[in-house]
C-alpha cells in the first residue's frame, strides 16, 4: 500500500528546531523524496529533495543552510531538520514522492511532479 505518514511537527518559538519525519511504505525505495510546505493563501511550495540514494539534495533557498533533508532507505523514512526557524516558515509541511527519472532541478521542486503526498503536519513558528 502506497502510504506517506508525517509526524514531528508543532510550535516553537523563532530560532528554535524541530524535526520532522515520514514514514513511507517500502514502495517509494525508487522514488525521489521531497518536503513541500502551504501556509494559509499561498502556493505549495517546494522546501528540500532527497534523490533515490540519499546521495543528493536540492534546497529552496529560504531553507538553504538552516534545514537538512535525509532518507533512510533501510527503515524508508524522510527527515526535515530544520533549525533557526523564522516565523515565515509557519505552514503545513508535506511529505511527497515523485518517479524521477534523473536528477533535474529545474523540475524537483514543482508540486505537479508529485503523485504521492502524506496528510501533512503543521508548523508553527512565533516570534
Known amino acids: 500500500q502506497e502510504q506517506l505518514v508525517e509526524s514531528g511537527g508543532g510550535s516553537v518559538q523563532a530560532g528554535g528546531s524541530l524535526k520532522l519525519s515520514c514514514a513511507a511504505s517500502q514502495f517509494f525505495a525508487a522514488y525521489c523524496m521531497a518536503w513541500f510546505r502551504q501556509a494559509p493563501g499561498k502556493e505549495r511550495e517546494g522546501v528540500a529533495v532527497?534523490?533515490?540514494?540519499?546521495?543528493?539534495?536540492l534546497y529552496v533557498d529560504s531553507a538553504k543552510g538552516r534545514f537538512t533533508a535525509s532518507r533512510d532507505n533501510a527503515k524508508n523514512t524522510l527527515a526535515l531538520q530544520m533549525n533557526n526557524l523564522k516565523p515565515d516558515d509557519s505552514a503545513i509541511y508535506y511529505c511527497?514522492?515523485?518517479?524521477?527519472?534523473?536528477?533535474?532541478?529545474?523540475?524537483?521542486?514543482?508540486?505537479?511532479?508529485?503523485?504521492?503526498w502524506g496528510q501533512g503536519t503543521q508548523v508553527t513558528v512565533s516570534s
Open positions: 532527497v534523490d533515490i540514494l540519499g546521495r543528493r539534495t
Open positions: 511527497a514522492a515523485y518517479l524521477c527519472l534523473g536528477w533535474r532541478t529545474s523540475t524537483l521542486l514543482n508540486p505537479a511532479n508529485y503523485n504521492y
